[in-house]
């Protein structure tokens, strides 16, 4: 049984033809299609009903169907193909065919446009979930003047934290001068490499400032207009004083000169 | 004299409403929008997600708990400067917090300070409110909590966008300078004043006359009660359609399905308020009985038809209760006492917010799923609408067709408008 994967690596070294493995009751086929790779699963016995079938990468969900049949396929790009993909015929019990399919790494961004503040930490971060996978990472900026190689530590406020299938570039500090830009990660494995680009922003503390500013402006009128529109109806109500509200002279009504003879009662100014 | 016989119903209290719906919007719709903000906290202080939510509950707490400091001070000092340094010490405290270098300057400054910012605006407003209408009070109460809807709608891709123009500093700055709109809907607070205000006194006499008086405990027991499940579905309800296996987007779009029928139910509970003679108890009583049922009737429904009918009707009859229940208080005890029977109240059914969550949680850790939960919200409620059944005038169908009246208010002149009678006996 061991010498099955290794069979499927030998014959992967070059351009997978057809290679197939057999893995307790479940055999797998990995065929080259042009431009696609297909994957094959299939049931050896049949003593429980299928319900359906899950392909999955890793740990990601591809596709999930309920179709009962004894065999099931998955196609996949082959630009995209190298990972370790497994097919489920559910319920779970009934079989699992693991299918390692190889191929040059593909490195991808978790966010390919960062922001960040000012004087606060970022975190930049790639990963690969390719097979074989990625041994090493190099994280690097993009400069005019050639490229500027970032290891745990430079500056004391870079740090790289790596593992299999992830690495991360934490930036303590933003320094807005110096840290805006193009950040490369580059994950190397036995078949290659390929890189992803982040760019990332820094803020300055002060761009919403202008903003704010302008909002407490706009709300220390509207306080100033309702206070004066009220100032300016009292002049009114001192005319009015000794009307007994029986024949209000303004057609605004009754309830407006209550109103304000109420207000200046109680105006606590 | 010149103190109003009775609400003026109209005129000034149509920009109390203003004032109330922009100021529910900006504390409650702040509020429940503020999950966008967690994601970027438990990123930029690398803590975990149950510890983050704390600021959002210390906020609600602090809120709720100094409701009756906020209507204290009301009552000694009118509505208008109470909720002006209400909205400062919002807007400071998000000020603040845009400083912020630890989890614990969150805490102190959105959970504290703008939670106390926050009791001083939302019950004086309301209580102002009522005292302004009578006739019309439930639509007014209506319209005014739509703000807390229609908010959560528009303040939650606010933020988004504006977390990714500022990143959370600049944002939570602009949160701060939105938030101090509050002190303009303070100024819009008009101080009346009516017949009855004298008699009853200050704070502390009307806290004592309050904590006396059987119908108002009677109600506050009845509002806790519906509070308790009240919040349950907002919670679990999405978890609930998951557990039965709906996909995210679909359960999300039945939310806001329940939203929706709310912002109807809240605007149409309050017109049918007014248009209806009689106490408003026995609507409140409806609408709450109807809610409990609907939530009791959510873990049988398995189909899609059902779920979205249970939905629509939970929306609605939750939404409709509203409006309704703030109505009922200056009924029980009269316009002159209502910033302190509003905080009273508060204070009191938010120990039933604060159980209900929790509860629910911890029944379905224990049951598996979530059917006992959604029984004992529903339980909660329909045991709140019996207490209702107690408050006097419910079962009273005399021809007089008539609002009941508090005792404080007997002194009230005839100068009402004769289109709805206000006192015993007047037809």
Redesign the interface.
Known sequence: MAAAPLVVLGLALLLVEGASAEVGSVSTSIEEVGSKVLLTCALNHNDTQVTGHRWMKGDKVLKEDALTDLKTEYEVDAADRAGKYSCLFLPETVGRGDLAVSGPPKVKALKRSV???EG??V?LACKSDSFPPVTSWAWYKMADSGHQEIVNGSQNRFFVNNSEARSELRIKKLNIKFDPGKYVCNGTSSLGSDKAVITLRV?S?L???W??LG??ME?LV??AI??FY?KCRQPEVVVDDDDTGTEPPKSSGH??N??D????????T | M???AGP?D???GWMVVLSAFFQSALVFGVLRSFGVFFVEFV??FEEPAARVSWIASIGIAVQQFGSPVGSALSTK??PR?VVMSGGLLAALGMLLASFATSLTHLYLSIGLLSGSGWALTFTPTLACLSRYFSRRRSLATGLALTGVGLSSFAFAPLFQWLL?C??????L??V???S??L??CG??L????LAEDPAVGGPGAQLMSLLHEGPFLRYTVALTLINTGFFIPYVHLVAHLQDLGWDPLPAAFLLSVAAIADLVGRVASGWLGDAIPGPVTRLLMLWSALTGVSLALFPVAHTSTALVVLAVAYGFSSGALTPVAFSVLPELVGTARIYCGLGLVQMVESIGGLLGAPLSGYLRDMTGNYTASFVAAGAFLLAGSGVLLTLPHFFCFSAAASRPQAPGTEALETRVPPAKAEGPGED
């Open positions: 922001k960040g503040d606060d930490p975190t803020h503390r761009a919403a400032f903003p704010f909002i407490v709300v509207l306080v309702i206070f009220e309830q407006l209550n109103e003879k109420s207000v200046r009662q109680r105006n606590p | 010149a103190r109003r003026p109209g005129g000034w990123a930029a000092f009118g400067p990714s500022y990143a959370w500093r600049g944002a700055l602009l701060s300078a939105l101090l709109h002190v303009v100024a819009l008009r101080p009346l004043s």
